[in-house]
């Protein structure tokens, strides 16, 4: 074969070959350049920062969601938004309740000055899994659960227990157990609402009733309050105000064994509910004048008398 003739072949190949490929290689870009948008060109100082403040946005998006989805829970929950700074408590509104649990709630009556067997149904072995296998001394009466409800139909229930649960009964179903009585209390008296009051802590020295797994419980009952729907059932954390900084019962608050609860405790606690059902529960858990008025018209008659 002639050496010029074959180089002639060989260029032309070449040159079909590689216009072949450019073509496909155009089509490629072509197909991307109509799918997607020309991208915008950014150094890459740039573009950190960028990516940071998107980023930092969606954060913030969904931290509001969650704001106002607990926003939205909030009220089955009672948080006093003013600072509680007294031991004043008002007997006038403590009369129309009733408190229901164990051992730390029955003390409730037997210091001198707090409450009467009138607004107290608890025994020391009370527990929210067992509180209907129990009868209790009220006033002049001996009577179950169901029937201090009837009898006396207060205007508030306190459900106080759960150191006789949190070792034989898991969170959940502690949590449902409360559920229960409150449903129950509210059937009985239509007009009453519940609160469920958190367990106390425990002293450092402690073993019996650990306050982490005090905690766990008091978090499940809580959780199961602000899923609650239509009906009067709240929750109010008194942990904190029983507490040092380490979250174990305070020395004052202490009667000797590290669990149950001092006369200081127990004064500490009315002045509390007190405050936080005046100042955040709902206005329909008062009678016709707020805790704050009837402390104000004591105040004014007590002033006039002098």
């Given amino acids: 074969m002639n050496t010029v003739f074959f180089k002639r072949i060989v260029f032309t190949a070449a040159i079909l070959s590689a216009a072949y490929f450019s073509g496909c290689h155009k089509v490629e870009e ?32 969904e931290s509001e969601t969650t704001t106002e989805t607990e926003t939205e829970a909030a009220p089955r929950v ?34 001198n000055d707090l409450l009467t067997t009138k607004q107290v149904a608890a025994t020391g072995g009370g527990a929210a899994r067992n509180i209907y296998d129990y009868t209790f001394k009220m006033e002049d009466n001996e009577f179950t659960l169901r029937e201090a409800a009837e009898y006396y139909k207060p205007r508030v229930f306190f459900l106080w227990m759960g150191i006789n649960d949190i070792n034989m009964t898991e969170k959940d ?5 409360l559920k229960a009585i409150a449903e129950d209390m509210l059937s009985i008296s239509t007009d009453s609402k519940v609160v469920i009051l958190s367990m106390s802590p425990t002293a450092d020295y402690h073993e019996w009733n650990a306050n982490e797994r005090m905690r766990e419980y008091n978090a499940a009952a809580k959780e199961m309050c602000e899923a609650i729907e239509g ?4 929750y109010l954390d008194i942990q904190d105000i029983l507490s040092d900084e380490d979250g174990y019962l305070l020395p004052e608050c202490d009667s000797g064994d590290g669990m149950h609860l001092s006369q200081m405790a127990y004064t500490r606690l009315l002045s509390y ?34």
Wanted: glycine share 0%; proline share 5%; hydrophobic share 40%.
């Fill in 173 to 177: 179903v502690y949590a449902n157990n």
């Fill in 30 to 61: 072509t197909a991307v350049t109509e799918t997607l948008p020309t991208p915008t060109v950014m150094t890459t100082s740039e573009a950190v920062p960028a990516m940071a403040v998107i980023t930092e946005s969606e954060i913030e998006t």
């Fill in 78 to 111: 009672i948080v006093p938004k003013l600072e509680w700074d007294s031991l004043d408590w008002n007997k006038e509104f403590m009369e129309d309740t009733l408190f229901v649990g164990d051992s730390v709630c029955r003390a409730l009556y037997v210091y």
């Fill in 273 to 306: 509910i007190t405050f936080a059902m005046d100042e955040a529960a709902p206005a329909e858990t008062m009678q016709s004048d707020t805790v704050s008025e009837i402390l104000s018209d004591i105040t004014d008659t007590e002033q006039s008398s002098d």
């Fill in 231 to 234: 009906e009067e059932i709240y």
